[in-house]
């Protein structure tokens, strides 16, 4: 097979969904939201449950964690059009502004570099306007048991 | 249960209480906070998901810094500015604690070291750093 798309072994909107049937991303209500070439955006729309100020409403940034950990990994499996096992080594969040309470958040996931066994990933949590972003996140990914 | 753990468990904001996050024991000022394993915090299966330690650790580094301020003359509002996870070693179906370490409390910033571990305290499975923007 040769001209063969970008990736053909991985459906990310399927991915997504039997990722967030269950588990800690369907307790959150994560959801599959758009995908491209090496980025993956998932959506999570807004609950009480997940409110991290009583008073104010605004998101708790856990949440955003998670969120950013799923898109992230999902841009790396895109990337590498295989669904490899991996762990996060690690994940730095920056907060630059607080969530606005009611807002679905939706986590933008672009890995950027593959090595053998890494993977380098950043992204964006933003609402409306990816221009204005509520977090920005950088991580990396190991693949394990494939030595 | 102490009055001041109390208090502790009382602060918990909605997102604790839905993780089922719990008031451990208190070390010094600062809380052991714990959250058992269940379908809420699992990733793939029979391990914890990242984010929901990642989690847990911003919430034990919250609460380590709320009563290291009240012990220190009165809480203020708090606001985490980033945070930094490493994972070490996959959680597993367990209870997971977490202990937050205040390094620094300055006048507008609070540099905030934590740790998680599960069965053996001196192998954590994450540990994170946050600064924390504080406001009067």
Same mark, same amino acid.
């Given at each position: 097979?040769?001209?063969?798309?970008?990736?053909?072994? &991985?459906?990310?909107?399927?991915?997504?969904?039997?990722?967030?049937?269950?588990?800690?991303?369907?307790?959150?209500?994560?959801?599959?939201?758009?995908?491209?070439?090496?980025?993956?955006?998932?959506?999570?729309?807004?609950?009480?449950?997940?409110?991290?100020?009583?008073?104010?409403?605004?998101?708790?940034?856990?949440?955003?964690?998670?969120?950013?950990?799923?898109?992230?990994?999902?841009?790396?499996?895109?990337?590498?059009?295989?669904?490899?096992?991996?762990?996060?080594?690690?994940?730095? &969040?920056?907060?630059?502004?607080?969530?606005?309470?009611?807002?679905?958040?939706?986590?933008?996931?672009?890995?950027?570099?593959?090595?053998?066994?890494?993977?380098?990933?950043?992204? &964006?949590?933003?609402?409306?306007?990816?221009?204005?972003?509520?977090?920005?996140?950088?991580?990396?990914?190991?693949?394990?048991?494939?030595? | 249960?102490?009055?001041?753990?109390?208090?502790?468990?009382?602060?918990?904001?909605?997102?604790?209480?839905?993780?089922?996050?719990?008031?451990?024991?208190?070390?010094?000022?600062?809380?052991?906070?714990?959250?058992?394993?269940?379908?809420?915090?699992?990733?793939?299966?029979?391990?914890?998901?990242?984010?929901?330690?990642?989690?847990?650790?911003?919430?034990?580094?919250?609460?380590?810094?709320?009563?290291?301020?009240?012990?220190?003359?009165?809480?203020?509002?708090?606001?985490?500015?980033?945070?930094?996870?490493?994972?070490?070693?996959?959680?597993?179906?367990?209870?997971?604690?977490?202990?937050?370490?205040?390094?620094?409390?300055?006048?507008?910033?609070?540099?905030?070291?934590?740790?998680?571990?599960?069965?053996?305290?001196?192998?954590?499975?994450?540990?994170?750093?946050?600064?924390?923007?504080?406001?009067?």
């Amino acid at each position: 097979m040769s001209d063969r798309p970008a990736t053909t072994n &991985i459906q990310p909107d399927l991915l997504a969904k039997a990722l967030t049937r269950g588990g800690h991303g369907g307790w959150l209500g994560m959801q599959y939201h758009a995908h491209g070439d090496g980025w993956v955006e998932l959506a999570l729309p807004w609950k009480q449950e997940l409110v991290g100020m009583e008073e104010s409403g605004i998101l708790a940034s856990g949440p955003i964690i998670s969120l950013m950990d799923n898109c992230t990994s999902m841009s790396v499996w895109t990337k590498r059009d295989a669904f490899v096992p991996q762990v996060t080594l690690d994940l730095r &969040i920056d907060y630059t502004r607080a969530a606005t309470p009611g807002s679905t958040v939706i986590g933008r996931g672009e890995c950027y570099k593959l090595t053998r066994s890494m993977s380098f990933v950043r992204g &964006i949590a933003y609402e409306d306007d990816p221009d204005d972003p509520l977090a920005h996140a950088a991580g990396v990914f190991m693949m394990i048991g494939n030595d | 249960m102490a009055e001041e753990q109390v208090n502790i468990a009382r602060r918990l904001p909605p997102y604790a209480r839905g993780l089922g996050i719990e008031v451990e024991r208190l070390e010094g000022h600062a809380p052991v906070l714990a959250m058992d394993f269940s379908e809420r915090v699992q990733g793939r299966p029979g391990y914890l998901h990242g984010g929901a330690l990642s989690g847990l650790l911003e919430m034990a580094a919250i609460a380590a810094l709320q009563c290291e301020l009240e012990a220190d003359g009165g809480l203020r509002r708090i606001k985490p500015v980033n945070v930094t996870i490493e994972f070490m070693r996959g959680g597993t179906e367990q209870r997971t604690f977490a202990l937050g370490r205040v390094t620094r409390a300055g006048r507008r910033i609070a540099n905030v070291q934590v740790e998680a571990w599960q069965d053996d305290r001196d192998k954590p499975i994450a540990t994170a750093f946050l600064n924390i923007a504080l406001r009067d």
